[in-house]
């Protein structure tokens, strides 16, 4: 800049005051976009309601905390941490279930993540919530099965498979992290759930659309950084 | 670091706020309700490059280097960020996920000369 001159950057200050608002408002639009790496603003269709996003983000809270209080006890382990100065910068993305075919002993929920960010994150930990119904007395197996779509044929395939006891009505947690990576390096966005009871107990979940007892996945994600070393 | 005031023309921190609602972002992004985005404005002499913040700075040294080896190639400085913070954003993605992340460097909390 000549001396005594504005900055190059400061050029703003030349402009009309209405002018500069809209100049600053488009900035502001751009980088926000930008950064979450979104080319446009996403349109929402299915709002989810005030009080299934506050307890999921109550849940999710609590488990933090559980998990910060006990390393290395918590199931499916505790999240890396990076060293300070070389961490991506982190996302938690909440994926609620999609209710799919049900019969008098099973569920099937579906769920669809956030691929803008497969490609360039690595998924840290990915957990399943489900709210248990109070049954009668005594334990109550429930076996869980992850199902993902199989690559060379139409149906789906069992990925993983989990039998749980419910022995009280609750929230309870299941580490689906080692399923979400597979799902994400397969570049499929969608992992299916299926919770199978003995029965006689009727469906395990006590979950409706808008109710704040509606099961949810948390993936928490980091994106990748580049190691590369540059000579200047 | 100086909040710009009606009179001062030397470099200081513009408050600048983005409300969400008001451009019609407040259906997709769930918190916070906007944005204080803040930008630095106004002239840096050259008595007053490397003040504050950036005093060790390697481009200082440089601009130092070159104000002492030549008065006639020196330049001005600018009015840059020398302090910033995350915004914590809550929203829904093109998927209807709600995502919470941390976007690095986006609050201008502080403006120096450079």
Redesign the interface.
Known sequence: ??????????G??ALASSAQRDV??A???Q??LS??R?PD????????SRGT?LT?LRRMRARRLDTAGSPGTARGGTVPHAQPGMAG????????AESGSSTSRSVRLHF?????LAGSTEILQATLYLFWVSPSSGTHPVTVRLLQPDPTAPNTTTAIETRLEVQRAGWATLDVSRAVRSLVSQGT?RLTVELEVAGGWGSPLLAGHGDSHWPFVVTQARARTSHRLQRR | SIDCSGDSRMCCRKE?F?DFKE?G?E??I?QPEG?H?N????????HMAGIPGLAASFHTAVLNLIKANNADA???????PTQRRP?S?L??????????????N?IVDACGCT
């Not at chain 1, 669809?112 to 803008?116: D, L, Q, Y």
């Open positions: 800049a000549p001396r005594g001159a504005w900055c190059p950057a400061c703003l200050a600053l408002v900035l502001a639009k980088s926000i950064k979450l979104l603003r996403p349109n929402v269709t299915q709002p989810v996003l999921a910068q982190e996302y938690e993305i909440l994926s609620f669809r993540f956030s691929w803008e966005p | 600048f983005v451009i972002w259906d997709w769930i944005y985005m930008y630095c404005v106004g002239l840096c002499p050259l020196a330049v001005d400085s600018c009015c840059v915004l954003l929203y829904y993605d093109r998927d209807s996920n709600i995502v919470k992340t941390d976007i690095p986006m």
